[in-house]
């Protein structure tokens, strides 16, 4: 049972006057305003009721304090205990100080913050002064009023987010899920100051709407950006209910996958509440939400898909091999996992006051040294106006090491892996069990929130990438790197637990005959349909590109399109939602997925002359190639892998642009071929 320096002091006044002491004297002892007085034995009456004692108040009397006996020795037994210091370090006081005073609707006093964080008032008065200089950043502002106190000033989006990212900092992902799980198991108790911050109630419900809507949608999302959403939303519930609302802000738009996730998560809160929400507190879970690893499509037929990004991830797996020699372009998991990863780096705000860098991830950089100085370097050779902290940096690095670990074979043991650092973490880590520690055939992956979910019985061995204090199963704690030392460690490990294991081969899972045959039949007509279909064609421009895209379309009546003039507003439409002229070249890709496209469609048409369009990285191409692919609506899965390789070939590789760039029917028909059959024969 954990209390504050104020609330002890409070109870051992309230011990010492077992007649009762007046809420005046309770302020000039601590020194305090009413309001704070009320709420202070407030969170008190809660805290002691499960030692059945209890606050009263007479009529005309003070605050006295009941109970048997015994249950008051034990209260003064639990006050007389020496608690865990409440912050080990100078920003963690700060933090807390900062929200404390977002949170206060009066002044607080120095001498008031001074017996809360059993420092010194010099030492609070140390701490404003540096806070003051960091709330700036946030647009926000440390008011001193002569005779009154202090306060924060500034408009609510602001004070949610720095309080959101404080209490985020506070509390370690092993700590935060497990105080949820025993808050819906009901066993919780708050010893850390942060979570005290935020309602039991309202967390619970944050954690029950978000496993309900966005199960698939956060399938990529790691254990602290799940806990990052959980306290921005549990803290947006906590002060809608005290009618603190965002103001209106109608000049900002978030994305339209975010703003889908963000609005199905508020109308299950709006229910549960039982009261509206605005648009606006909509829209800022939705911004909120764009720092987070959630899956989003990668296709250039879906609208929301970003291929300016997609550019840029492809550019800097193609620099990052030219200064390595390591060949990174064919590793498709990489690609999806960065453009995962960088998608939300780029959005992510950083916090007022920095924590420390991440000592695990230093230790990364330092492993992979050559691969890190490459990835700095172009880095900002790609994303010139980003500054990446040492944190994100190292996660980058975990990508690109995870690609160079990639060697999945067939082992003998199964083995459970609790990691809370993330997906390009889990994989490296995976990929070196399986590469280095031959007893082990399965290696599951799981995150420190999916603990509860787990049966630990059907696993072999456990490892963790963290201590987990009060954890009843043995395992054993690893670094993601899996260091020499510790794969030997590892070894006589299992000796100990399974020394009759020896490797076997894994079976390799049986597809029912029929339906293998079918997908692969289905497969191969499509892909055979494209290649007859493909052709390179010569053709009159006309005065504009979109009129050019009509004569285009206009003759593929009747055959591949049932409407031509609808495909063709979708084409243009699309061409000037982004850019998709390919940089340093003469071509673009255009396309569209419709409803009136009755067959997917493939070819090339060279132009008589040139048209100025803007190329996927800002920069205008002369364009004298169209590329020009159609697709139904909704695309079916056999047809989606296929156009899918079209797409992705066309900046895969400098020999693939050239090909696109400079090639006739037959070199381009034999590129197609082999793209074809490669996602045949893996598929």
Known sequence: MYFSIREKKILSLLLEYPNGITSEELQDILQVSKRTVYRE?????????????????????GYRIVGESVNLDRLKQLIKEKQEELFTDNVQRQSAIVCSLLLKEE?????????????????????????????VDYRLRLKRLKGRGIRI???????????????????????????????????????????????????????????????????????NQLQRVLVLLTLSIDRMEQKQFILDEKDSKAKPESMQIASQIMIKVAMAIKQSIPPQEVRLFAFQLEGVNYKRPQNIFIDSFDVELSYKIKELIRLVSEATAVDFRKDEQLFNDLSAHMSAALKRNLTVIQNANNPLLQKIREKYQKLTTAIIKELAVVFPGHQFTADELGYVVIHFATSLERNPTGRALSALVLCSSGIGTARILESRIHKYLTEIEK????????????????????LATVFLPGFQVPYKVISPLLLDDEIKEIKDY?????????????????????????VIYETMRIANNLLQSFDVKSFQARSTIEQTLKEIIDPLQGTFVSDATLVTEKVIQRYLVAPIGVPNTNFALFHCADVHVKEPLFTIYDLDQKFLIQGMDKKSIELTRVLLLLAPDPIPESQQHLLGKISSSVIESDLNTEIYKFGNKEIIYQLLSSLFVKEIREN
């Open 443 to 462: 290696v599951q992956v799981a995150k420190i929130s999916e603990m509860n979910q787990l049966d630990y019985k059907s696993y072999d061995l456990i």
């Open 41 to 61: 034995l407030s969170s008190i009456e809660k805290t002691i009721k499960s030692l059945d004692v209890q606050i009263i108040k007479p009529r005309g009397e």
């Open 107 to 135: 002044e607080e006093t120095i001498e008031g913050l001074a017996i809360d964080f059993k420092v010194s008032q010099a030492t609070i008065t140390s701490d404003l002064a540096t806070i003051e200089k960091s709330l």
């Open 153 to 223: 000033d500034g408009q609510e989006k602001q004070r949610r987010q720095l309080l959101g990212n404080l209490i985020y900092n506070g509390v370690s992902e092993y700590d935060f899920f497990k105080y949820i799980d025993l808050l819906e198991a009901k066993k919780a108790t708050k010893d850390n100051f942060f979570l005290k911050l935020l309602n039991p109630k309202n967390l619970v419900l944050a954690h029950t709407i978000v496993e309900q809507v966005s199960r698939q949608s956060f399938e990529q999302v790691t254990d």
């Open 494 to 518: 299992i000796q100990t637990l399974h020394p009759e294991k020896t490797p076997e081969l894994a079976d390799e899972p049986e597809q029912e005959p029929s339906e293998a045959f079918d």
